[in-house]
């Protein structure tokens, strides 16, 4: 039986790096053999430009069918000036929203085969393992919004059940890891922090004794992340928070391009991006790292294709490749594709070792 993906490439880079991902990916399959059906799909701007809409019915009804979405990314400026729900990016929030991935994954590690490439000092980066849970369908990003006049609304909103379900897969997921969780919120100003913050302590209290919980107001969490990054082990936060925090630690790898994300419900297909977006300013030049990309198929083979020994092998291949090329966006001169290949050629050695 094979795998059906629907692939979305997007925008910018996007399709760039789902190129590359599918160059591996096929690679990995034949020589482990599984089979892949693909279908691709339209999104974002690239949807806009074909159909009038961020999210065409078919490409909601191609993910629906799937058994996994891997997404390049939207946006870009040349729709910049349309009206927030015709956005690019208004599509990728109803693809959330329609598969009902609440929680987004995005693993930030520092590999030891690339602990020079980050910008900040060895003794702080090296061996940090983050797993940042972020709440992916609610929030400010799907509360109500508008305009009055000259004045904007978005509104905050959280219910319980919402943050319940979000904190127990992170408590699970630092239950199979370090045993440490923290959550990260603003509890000191907003009226949903302290509710994230009651529910979070209940949930720990009744049902993960053993866990360690750490509590931090995001303010003081950014500073956290790039001076004792090694203490952290999952952290879970809201929409915004998540979205922004996972930017600003990605720095402790040396490029965005490098993390990827996995979003899961409770059932369904799961979506797995990287967690960079379109990229204009590199769009079109063959320099995008895909590696974001690639760990994100590590991390579909995993948790939606029930392929845990090729995902595992695949993150080893992708380790192996980055101590040996390097593109653009870590001081290197190597293309998407030349990555991507370090990493088929990584995988060859692994099978002939093996
Ligand atoms: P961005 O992540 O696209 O780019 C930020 C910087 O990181 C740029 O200098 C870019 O060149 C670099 N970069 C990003 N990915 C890279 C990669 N794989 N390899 C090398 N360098 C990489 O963020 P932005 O510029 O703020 O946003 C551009 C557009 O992308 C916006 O329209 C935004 O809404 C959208 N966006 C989409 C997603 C998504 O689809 N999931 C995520 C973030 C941003
Ligand atoms: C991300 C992006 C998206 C987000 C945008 C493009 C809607 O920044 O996936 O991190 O804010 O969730
Ligand atoms: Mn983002």
New binding site residues.
């Given amino acids: 039986m094979s795998h059906r993906i629907l692939l979305l490439p ?1 925008d ?3 399709p760039e ?1 789902v190129k590359a991902g599918c160059y591996v990916l096929d690679h990995l399959a034949t020589a482990t053999n599984f089979d892949i059906s693909y279908e691709t799909g339209l999104i ?1 701007g690239a949807a806009i430009d074909a159909t009038g809409v961020p999210m065409p019915a078919q490409t909601l009804e191609a993910a629906r069918r799937a058994d996994a979405v891997l ?1 390049g ?4 400026p040349q729709w910049h000036g349309l009206p927030g729900d015709k956005r ?2 208004a599509g ?1 929030l109803a693809l959330r929203a329609a598969l009902g991935v609440f929680a987004n994954l995005r693993p930030i590690r520092v590999r030891p085969q690339a602990v020079e490439q980050s910008p900040i000092k060895r003794e702080i980066a090296e061996g940090s393992d983050i797993l940042f849970v972020r709440e992916l369908t609610g929030g400010l990003y799907f509360g109500d919004k508008g305009t009055e006049g000259d004045a904007a609304y978005d509104v905050c909103r959280y219910s319980r059940t919402e943050i319940e379900r979000v904190v127990r897969l992170a408590a699970d997921a630092a239950t199979d890891r370090r045993g440490r969780l923290t959550l990260v919120d603003k509890a000191n100003v907003m009226e949903t922090s302290r509710l994230w913050r009651a529910v979070t302590e209940e949930i720990i209290a009744q049902h993960y004794k053993d866990l360690e919980l750490e509590i931090l107001l995001v303010d003081a969490a950014t500073m956290h992340l790039l001076t004792r990054p090694r203490d952290f082990d999952v952290i879970v936060t809201e929409n915004l928070f998540g979205d922004i925090l996972t930017d600003e630690a990605s720095v402790l790898t040396g ?3 490098l993390i990827p994300s996995a979003s899961l419900g409770t059932t369904g297909a799961g979506l797995y ?10 769009a079109g030049q063959g ?4 590696i ?1 990309m690639i760990e994100s198929i590590a991390m579909m083979l995993e948790s939606s294709l029930n392929r845990a020994p090729e995902g595992r092998l695949l993150r080893k291949a992708v380790g192996d490749a980055l101590g040996e090329t390097t ?3 870590l001081g290197g001169t190597a293309s998407t594709m030349d990555m991507a290949r370090a990493v088929t050629k990584a995988l060859d050695k692994a099978f002939t070792t093996q």
């Fill in positions: 997007g910018g880079i996007g790096v974002g997404l990314a939207v946006g870009g690019p990016e990728l490029s965005i391009g991006e990287p967690v960079h977006g379109s990229a204009p300013d590199i320099k995008a790292n895909p974001g593109t653009a966006d």
